[in-house]
C-alpha cells in the first residue's frame, strides 16, 4: 500500500460517510449520465475518448462469443450494451439504483435482455464466485471507492486466470490543473469562503461541490495492480481539456477542442512531458495463468 493510499485510509465510519456522499451524488446526477456522451463540451469529448478505447480493447483481446464479461460501476450501460452487441454475455452493476434502474431501461429498449443483466453491487465485495469472468469493465470506478486496494483485489478474484482488466485511474497530475496548482493556497481559502458562507445563507453546502474523489500517480497504480497479482499489458493516457481556474475553463469550447485533440496526438505518440499527463490513465491488464491451468469458460 503506498503512503497515498494509506493517507485516504478512512476507517469504519469514515468509509460510510466518504461513500454515502459518493453514492448521493451519482444518484442526484443520474439523469445527467444518460445524456452526457451526447453533450456538447469537452467532458462529453474525453468520455467518448475512453469509451472508444475501452471498446478498441476489448475487440483486441479476442473473446469467444457469449464469454462472461462485467462491467463495473455501469451507470445508464454506455459501455455494457456494446459489450452485449458484441456478443458477449454481459453483467452489469452499479451502487446507484437510479444508475441501474437506467442500464436495465436501456437494455430492454436495445433488445439486449438475453445478454445483458443488470443489478445493484459493492465493489469491494462483489457477488460472484472467483474467477467467474474472462473481462472485466471498471471505468469511473476507482476515483470513487472508498478503498482502491479493496477493490482492486475484488476484480482480480472474480476474474479466471488469463482474464483481462480495463480500469481507469484519475492522473493525479495532469496538465489541465497546472494553473488550478499554481494558485493551489489562495484557492483552498477561497473554496472555504465560499463554502461558509453558502451555509451561512441556509442553502447548505456550495451547489458547485462533489466528493473528493480518489487520483493517483501512474506508478502508484500500476504498483496497485501488481499487488492485485495483475500484469500490466498496456496502457494509455488521455484528456486534455482546457487548464482551468477554480474549476472553470479558461477558453472557450471551439479553442479546448483544438487544444485537446493536439495534446492527445502528442500524448498518443509518446511525446515526453505529454505522454502521461492527460486526465485519466487507462489500463489494460491481465491476470496470470497458473501452471497447469486449462483456459476454458466456467460454466454458466
Partial sequence: MSRREKDRDFGAEGERAFQGEV?????????????????????????????????????????????????????????????????????????????????????????????LFVGIGDTHALSFQDGAFSLLIAVGVIPWVHSPVRAVQEMARVLRPGGYLIIQASNSAPMSDLVDHLFAQPLAVFRTVRMLLWRRLGLGDYVGTRPRMHKHARDDFDRLLSAATLEKVEATTFGFRPFTLVGQSLVPFRLGLMLHNQLQSLADRGVPGVRWSGEQYLVLARKPINEGFEEREPPA
Avoid: K
Fill in 23 to 115: 453514492d448521493a451524488h451519482f444518484v442526484a446526477r443520474a439523469e445527467h449520465w444518460q445524456v452526457v456522451y451526447e453533450e456538447r463540451n469537452l467532458w462529453s469529448v474525453v468520455l467518448q475518448h475512453r469509451r472508444r478505447q475501452v471498446l478498441a480493447w476489448v475487440d483486441g483481446v479476442g473473446l469467444a462469443r457469449r464469454s462472461r464479461v462485467l462491467d463495473v460501476g455501469c451507470g445508464p450501460g454506455a459501455i455494457a450494451l456494446e459489450l452485449a452487441r458484441r456478443g458477449l454475455l454481459v453483467y452489469a452493476i452499479d451502487r446507484a439504483a437510479p444508475m441501474a434502474h437506467r442500464a436495465r431501461l436501456n437494455a430492454e429498449r436495445g433488445g439486449m435482455n438475453e445478454t
